[in-house]
Protein backbone atom coordinates (compact mmCIF):
# COMPACT_ATOMS: atom_id res chain seq x y z
CA UNK A 1 0.00 0.00 0.00
CA UNK A 2 1.36 3.36 -1.03
CA UNK A 3 1.57 6.00 1.66
CA UNK A 4 -1.26 8.12 -0.61
CA UNK A 5 -3.22 5.02 0.01
CA UNK A 6 -2.36 4.60 3.30
CA UNK A 7 -3.01 7.77 4.12
CA UNK A 8 -6.57 8.18 2.61
CA UNK A 9 -7.44 5.04 4.19
CA UNK A 10 -6.79 5.84 8.14
CA UNK A 11 -8.01 9.46 7.20
CA UNK A 12 -11.33 7.67 6.06
CA UNK A 13 -11.39 5.70 9.27
CA UNK A 14 -10.68 8.59 11.65
CA UNK A 15 -13.69 10.64 10.29
CA UNK A 16 -15.62 7.94 10.45
CA UNK A 17 -14.95 7.22 13.82
CA UNK A 18 -14.67 10.49 15.29
CA UNK A 19 -18.61 11.51 13.50
CA UNK A 20 -19.79 8.25 15.43
CA UNK A 21 -18.46 8.81 19.10
CA UNK A 22 -20.98 7.94 21.77
CA UNK A 23 -21.30 10.86 23.72
CA UNK A 24 -23.37 10.36 26.32
CA UNK A 25 -26.19 12.88 28.13
CA UNK A 26 -23.70 14.42 30.92
CA UNK A 27 -21.00 14.85 28.48
CA UNK A 28 -22.93 16.53 25.57
CA UNK A 29 -24.33 18.83 28.40
CA UNK A 30 -20.78 20.10 29.64
CA UNK A 31 -19.79 20.63 25.82
CA UNK A 32 -22.83 22.73 24.85
CA UNK A 33 -22.80 24.65 27.89
CA UNK A 34 -19.35 24.80 28.58
CA UNK A 35 -18.75 26.04 24.76
CA UNK A 36 -21.73 28.51 24.24
CA UNK A 37 -20.81 30.13 27.87
CA UNK A 38 -17.08 30.59 26.69
CA UNK A 39 -18.48 32.02 23.25
CA UNK A 40 -21.14 34.08 24.49
CA UNK A 41 -17.96 35.56 27.12
CA UNK A 42 -16.25 37.09 23.84
CA UNK A 43 -14.03 34.07 23.34
CA UNK A 44 -13.87 33.70 19.38
CA UNK A 45 -13.90 30.09 18.83
CA UNK A 46 -13.69 30.42 14.89
CA UNK A 47 -10.34 31.35 15.18
CA UNK A 48 -9.53 28.60 17.51
CA UNK A 49 -11.09 26.46 14.53
CA UNK A 50 -9.29 28.34 11.79
CA UNK A 51 -5.84 27.32 13.77
CA UNK A 52 -5.69 31.26 13.78
CA UNK A 53 -5.69 31.49 17.83
CA UNK A 54 -4.32 29.06 20.89
CA UNK A 55 -6.75 27.93 23.14
CA UNK A 56 -5.67 25.96 26.54
CA UNK A 57 -8.25 23.28 28.31
CA UNK A 58 -7.63 21.32 31.23
CA UNK A 59 -10.00 18.19 31.46
CA UNK A 60 -10.06 17.22 35.17
CA UNK A 61 -11.36 13.23 34.84
CA UNK A 62 -10.83 10.89 31.35
CA UNK A 63 -14.09 8.40 31.58
CA UNK A 64 -14.04 7.15 28.33
CA UNK A 65 -12.31 9.98 26.80
CA UNK A 66 -15.39 11.54 24.27
CA UNK A 67 -14.92 15.09 25.89
CA UNK A 68 -11.78 15.77 25.10
CA UNK A 69 -11.49 13.51 21.92
CA UNK A 70 -14.39 15.52 20.96
CA UNK A 71 -12.54 18.93 21.66
CA UNK A 72 -9.42 18.42 20.40
CA UNK A 73 -11.03 17.12 17.19
CA UNK A 74 -13.75 20.21 16.75
CA UNK A 75 -10.83 22.54 18.14
CA UNK A 76 -7.62 22.39 15.58
CA UNK A 77 -6.66 25.52 17.79
CA UNK A 78 -6.41 23.66 20.96
CA UNK A 79 -4.45 21.69 23.17
CA UNK A 80 -5.60 19.97 25.75
CA UNK A 81 -4.17 18.35 29.45
CA UNK A 82 -5.73 15.58 30.60
CA UNK A 83 -5.95 14.45 34.55
CA UNK A 84 -6.67 11.10 35.19
CA UNK A 85 -6.25 9.52 38.22
CA UNK A 86 -6.94 5.97 37.96
CA UNK A 87 -4.82 4.03 35.15
CA UNK A 88 -6.88 1.32 34.58
CA UNK A 89 -9.13 4.05 33.11
CA UNK A 90 -6.99 5.21 30.80
CA UNK A 91 -5.69 1.98 29.66
CA UNK A 92 -9.42 1.13 28.81
CA UNK A 93 -9.92 4.25 27.14
CA UNK A 94 -6.99 3.70 24.96
CA UNK A 95 -7.89 -0.35 24.79
CA UNK A 96 -11.43 0.01 24.01
CA UNK A 97 -13.05 3.13 23.42
CA UNK A 98 -11.09 4.31 20.73
CA UNK A 99 -9.05 6.82 22.37
CA UNK A 100 -5.55 7.75 20.57
CA UNK A 101 -2.61 6.58 22.01
CA UNK A 102 -1.29 10.15 23.43
CA UNK A 103 1.82 10.48 25.37
CA UNK A 104 1.08 10.14 29.18
CA UNK A 105 2.57 11.10 31.95
CA UNK A 106 2.79 9.77 35.62
CA UNK A 107 3.23 12.22 38.08
CA UNK A 108 4.55 10.26 40.53
CA UNK A 109 5.06 11.19 44.53
CA UNK A 110 8.36 10.62 45.91
CA UNK A 111 9.70 10.44 49.50
CA UNK A 112 12.74 12.61 49.77
CA UNK A 113 15.47 12.03 52.00
CA UNK A 114 14.13 14.40 54.30
CA UNK A 115 10.89 12.62 54.62
CA UNK A 116 8.99 15.71 52.65
CA UNK A 117 6.73 14.32 49.49
CA UNK A 118 7.95 15.68 46.34
CA UNK A 119 5.57 15.83 43.29
CA UNK A 120 7.83 17.54 40.65
CA UNK A 121 9.34 13.80 38.94
CA UNK A 122 7.14 12.89 35.74
CA UNK A 123 7.33 10.03 34.31
CA UNK A 124 6.44 9.00 30.36
CA UNK A 125 4.71 6.08 29.40
CA UNK A 126 2.12 4.95 26.91
CA UNK A 127 -0.43 1.77 28.21
CA UNK A 128 0.37 -1.45 26.29
CA UNK A 129 3.78 0.26 24.60
CA UNK A 130 1.74 1.33 22.38
CA UNK A 131 4.18 3.89 20.66
CA UNK A 132 6.84 1.52 20.33
CA UNK A 133 4.89 -1.20 19.08
CA UNK A 134 6.47 -1.13 15.54
CA UNK A 135 7.47 1.28 12.73
CA UNK A 136 4.26 0.48 10.52
CA UNK A 137 1.69 0.87 14.00
CA UNK A 138 3.22 4.37 14.84
CA UNK A 139 3.39 5.42 11.49
CA UNK A 140 -0.27 4.28 10.88
CA UNK A 141 -1.54 5.93 14.10
CA UNK A 142 0.57 9.42 13.15
CA UNK A 143 -1.76 9.39 9.64
CA UNK A 144 -5.28 8.38 11.67
CA UNK A 145 -4.86 10.74 14.37
CA UNK A 146 -2.47 13.61 12.26
CA UNK A 147 -1.23 16.61 14.91
CA UNK A 148 -4.46 16.00 17.21
CA UNK A 149 -1.39 13.37 19.20
CA UNK A 150 0.80 16.43 19.76
CA UNK A 151 -2.31 18.48 20.89
CA UNK A 152 -3.50 15.97 23.73
CA UNK A 153 -1.85 15.03 26.81
CA UNK A 154 -2.73 13.14 29.21
CA UNK A 155 -1.43 12.65 32.86
CA UNK A 156 -1.76 10.12 35.55
CA UNK A 157 -2.36 11.58 38.52
CA UNK A 158 -4.21 13.14 41.15
CA UNK A 159 -6.29 16.41 40.20
CA UNK A 160 -5.30 18.36 42.88
CA UNK A 161 -1.63 17.27 43.09
CA UNK A 162 -1.71 18.12 39.33
CA UNK A 163 -2.65 21.92 39.31
CA UNK A 164 -0.83 22.44 42.57
CA UNK A 165 2.04 21.54 40.67
CA UNK A 166 1.55 23.42 37.99
CA UNK A 167 1.35 26.21 39.92
CA UNK A 168 4.43 25.66 42.27
CA UNK A 169 6.13 25.16 38.87
CA UNK A 170 5.08 28.67 37.36
CA UNK A 171 5.56 30.72 40.51
CA UNK A 172 6.87 33.47 39.02
CA UNK A 173 3.64 35.05 37.67
CA UNK A 174 5.04 36.34 34.13
CA UNK A 175 5.43 32.61 33.49
CA UNK A 176 1.64 31.26 35.23
CA UNK A 177 0.11 34.06 33.35
CA UNK A 178 0.89 32.27 29.98
CA UNK A 179 -0.30 28.98 30.97
CA UNK A 180 -3.35 30.63 31.68
CA UNK A 181 -6.44 27.63 31.18
CA UNK A 182 -9.15 29.33 29.06
CA UNK A 183 -11.58 26.18 29.31
CA UNK A 184 -11.78 24.03 32.47
CA UNK A 185 -14.05 20.11 32.59
CA UNK A 186 -14.29 18.82 35.75
CA UNK A 187 -15.93 15.10 35.05
CA UNK A 188 -14.56 13.16 37.78
CA UNK A 189 -16.52 10.81 40.42
CA UNK A 190 -15.34 8.65 43.45
CA UNK A 191 -16.75 4.57 43.60
CA UNK A 192 -20.06 6.03 45.13
CA UNK A 193 -20.76 8.53 41.96
CA UNK A 194 -19.80 11.84 44.28
CA UNK A 195 -17.20 14.47 43.01
CA UNK A 196 -14.18 13.97 45.60
CA UNK A 197 -14.75 16.16 48.37
CA UNK A 198 -11.37 17.55 47.48
CA UNK A 199 -11.68 18.73 44.42
CA UNK A 200 -14.81 21.29 45.91
CA UNK A 201 -13.64 22.39 49.26
CA UNK A 202 -13.53 25.58 49.97
CA UNK A 203 -10.44 26.18 51.39
CA UNK A 204 -8.93 23.25 49.67
CA UNK A 205 -5.53 23.11 47.67
CA UNK A 206 -7.51 21.72 44.38
CA UNK A 207 -9.93 25.06 44.05
CA UNK A 208 -6.89 27.53 45.68
CA UNK A 209 -4.60 26.73 42.41
CA UNK A 210 -7.09 26.57 40.00
CA UNK A 211 -8.32 29.95 40.80
CA UNK A 212 -4.64 30.80 39.49
CA UNK A 213 -4.14 29.06 36.40
CA UNK A 214 -7.70 30.28 35.05
CA UNK A 215 -7.88 33.34 32.64
CA UNK A 216 -9.01 36.11 34.86
CA UNK A 217 -10.89 37.77 31.86
CA UNK A 218 -12.39 34.91 30.12
CA UNK A 219 -12.08 31.68 32.29
CA UNK A 220 -14.80 29.31 32.29
CA UNK A 221 -15.57 25.90 34.23
CA UNK A 222 -17.67 23.69 33.77
CA UNK A 223 -18.01 20.79 36.10
CA UNK A 224 -20.76 17.43 35.97
CA UNK A 225 -22.34 16.90 39.48
CA UNK A 226 -24.56 14.18 40.47
CA UNK A 227 -27.92 15.12 42.33
CA UNK A 228 -28.04 13.88 45.99
CA UNK A 229 -31.47 14.90 46.04
CA UNK A 230 -34.00 12.41 44.73
CA UNK A 231 -37.03 14.86 43.53
CA UNK A 232 -40.26 15.15 44.87
CA UNK A 233 -43.48 12.91 44.32
CA UNK A 234 -46.29 14.87 42.46
CA UNK A 235 -48.70 14.50 46.22
CA UNK A 236 -45.03 16.41 47.83
CA UNK A 237 -45.34 19.22 45.56
CA UNK A 238 -49.43 19.52 45.42
CA UNK A 239 -49.57 19.09 49.55
CA UNK A 240 -46.22 20.79 50.17
CA UNK A 241 -45.16 18.45 52.21
CA UNK A 242 -41.90 16.78 51.89
CA UNK A 243 -40.20 13.85 53.14
CA UNK A 244 -37.98 14.44 56.00
CA UNK A 245 -34.30 15.62 55.43
CA UNK A 246 -35.69 17.31 51.87
CA UNK A 247 -35.63 21.53 51.54
CA UNK A 248 -37.76 22.35 48.43
CA UNK A 249 -35.43 25.97 48.11
CA UNK A 250 -32.54 23.02 47.75
CA UNK A 251 -34.16 20.69 45.25
CA UNK A 252 -30.47 19.87 43.81
CA UNK A 253 -29.55 18.96 47.10
CA UNK A 254 -27.58 20.28 50.10
CA UNK A 255 -24.19 18.83 48.48
CA UNK A 256 -24.20 19.94 45.29
CA UNK A 257 -25.96 23.47 46.47
CA UNK A 258 -22.55 23.57 48.54
CA UNK A 259 -20.42 22.80 45.74
CA UNK A 260 -21.82 25.47 43.16
CA UNK A 261 -21.57 28.18 46.02
CA UNK A 262 -18.03 27.30 46.75
CA UNK A 263 -16.73 27.01 43.04
CA UNK A 264 -19.24 30.48 42.75
CA UNK A 265 -17.26 32.17 46.08
CA UNK A 266 -13.60 30.65 45.00
CA UNK A 267 -13.47 31.26 41.27
CA UNK A 268 -15.51 34.87 40.96
CA UNK A 269 -13.72 36.78 44.55
CA UNK A 270 -15.45 39.86 44.97
CA UNK A 271 -12.53 41.77 44.68
CA UNK A 272 -11.96 40.54 41.24
CA UNK A 273 -15.20 42.79 39.74
CA UNK A 274 -18.12 45.30 40.96
CA UNK A 275 -21.56 43.62 42.37
CA UNK A 276 -21.44 40.59 44.61
CA UNK A 277 -19.53 38.57 41.96
CA UNK A 278 -17.20 39.23 38.97
CA UNK A 279 -18.85 36.63 36.09
CA UNK A 280 -21.31 34.61 36.47
CA UNK A 281 -22.27 30.68 37.90
CA UNK A 282 -25.54 28.82 36.67
CA UNK A 283 -26.67 25.38 36.42
CA UNK A 284 -28.65 23.35 33.85
CA UNK A 285 -30.20 19.90 34.29
CA UNK A 286 -29.54 16.71 32.50
CA UNK A 287 -32.85 14.86 33.56
CA UNK A 288 -32.03 11.57 31.76
CA UNK A 289 -29.03 10.57 34.29
CA UNK A 290 -29.89 12.98 37.47
CA UNK A 291 -26.68 14.81 36.68
CA UNK A 292 -26.34 18.79 36.79
CA UNK A 293 -23.86 21.15 35.21
CA UNK A 294 -22.10 23.84 36.31
CA UNK A 295 -20.97 26.56 34.67
CA UNK A 296 -18.52 29.76 36.28
CA UNK A 297 -17.58 31.74 33.84
CA UNK A 298 -15.63 34.92 34.30
CA UNK A 299 -16.46 36.43 31.20
CA UNK A 300 -20.10 37.02 31.62
CA UNK A 301 -21.35 40.04 33.42
CA UNK A 302 -24.62 40.45 34.99
CA UNK A 303 -26.70 42.80 37.27
CA UNK A 304 -25.89 42.65 40.53
CA UNK A 305 -29.65 41.73 41.69
CA UNK A 306 -29.99 38.69 39.09
CA UNK A 307 -27.66 36.95 41.50
CA UNK A 308 -29.77 37.66 44.47
CA UNK A 309 -32.50 35.94 46.41
CA UNK A 310 -35.16 38.18 44.74
CA UNK A 311 -37.82 37.06 42.45
CA UNK A 312 -38.96 40.26 41.33
CA UNK A 313 -40.18 40.50 37.45
CA UNK A 314 -37.69 42.41 36.11
CA UNK A 315 -35.10 39.76 37.40
CA UNK A 316 -37.29 37.03 35.94
CA UNK A 317 -37.12 39.11 32.81
CA UNK A 318 -33.25 39.56 33.22
CA UNK A 319 -32.72 35.93 32.96
CA UNK A 320 -34.87 34.91 30.60
CA UNK A 321 -32.71 37.41 28.37
CA UNK A 322 -29.58 35.83 29.50
CA UNK A 323 -30.79 32.57 28.49
CA UNK A 324 -31.96 33.84 25.58
CA UNK A 325 -28.59 34.79 24.52
CA UNK A 326 -27.09 31.59 25.78
CA UNK A 327 -29.74 29.83 23.18
CA UNK A 328 -28.44 32.09 19.93
CA UNK A 329 -25.38 31.65 20.90
CA UNK A 330 -25.51 27.97 20.96
CA UNK A 331 -26.39 27.81 17.57
CA UNK A 332 -23.82 29.66 16.37
CA UNK A 333 -20.94 27.64 18.28
CA UNK A 334 -22.82 24.55 16.26
CA UNK A 335 -22.47 26.02 12.90
CA UNK A 336 -19.00 26.78 13.99
CA UNK A 337 -18.16 23.69 15.27
CA UNK A 338 -20.00 22.17 12.43
CA UNK A 339 -21.26 19.70 14.62
CA UNK A 340 -24.45 17.53 14.55
CA UNK A 341 -24.77 17.77 18.60
CA UNK A 342 -27.75 19.59 19.43
CA UNK A 343 -26.21 22.31 21.55
CA UNK A 344 -29.50 24.53 21.54
CA UNK A 345 -31.63 22.09 23.72
CA UNK A 346 -29.29 21.38 26.24
CA UNK A 347 -27.60 24.72 27.16
CA UNK A 348 -31.34 25.84 29.18
CA UNK A 349 -33.19 23.13 30.79
CA UNK A 350 -33.80 23.74 34.42
CA UNK A 351 -31.42 26.68 34.27
CA UNK A 352 -30.85 28.13 37.58
CA UNK A 353 -28.26 30.75 38.67
CA UNK A 354 -26.72 29.50 41.80
CA UNK A 355 -27.53 31.80 44.43
CA UNK A 356 -27.38 32.13 48.35
CA UNK A 357 -25.14 29.69 50.58
CA UNK A 358 -25.04 26.48 52.07
CA UNK A 359 -23.84 26.74 55.39
CA UNK A 360 -21.28 23.68 55.58
CA UNK A 361 -22.21 22.60 58.90
CA UNK A 362 -25.94 21.46 57.32
CA UNK A 363 -24.24 19.49 54.63
CA UNK A 364 -22.45 17.28 57.03
CA UNK A 365 -25.46 16.63 58.57
Same mark, same amino acid.
Given at each position: MTNHL???????????LLSNLHVIADVKSMLSVGLSTISLAGYNLDQVTHRTRN?? @?????????????????????????????? &??? @?EAAVE?? &?????? @????QANVSSHGLETRNQIRSNV???????????? @???????????????????????????????????????????????VDAFDGEDVVPTKL???????? /???? /????? /??????????????PPSILEKVTGQ?????????????????ACCTYRDVLLPPETGTGPTAGLAFTVAVPSQGNISLVVSRGLSIQS??????QNQQSAQEKQMFVEKLQAESKYVQ /???????????????????????????????
Open positions: RKSSWSNNQTAMR @ILCVGLGGGSLPLFLAHNLPGATLDVVEID &GSV @ITM &GFPPCE @IHRLPGGHLNAGHEYA @INQEVLWGGLLNRVTVYEADGEHFVEDLVQKRFNEERLSRQYYDLVFWTRDGAFL /KNLN /KLLHP /KHGTVVVNLHTDSPYRSGFDPSLSQGRKIQEHLDSQS /KVLNTRLDFFKRVSRGFQVVQGRVSPAKVLQ
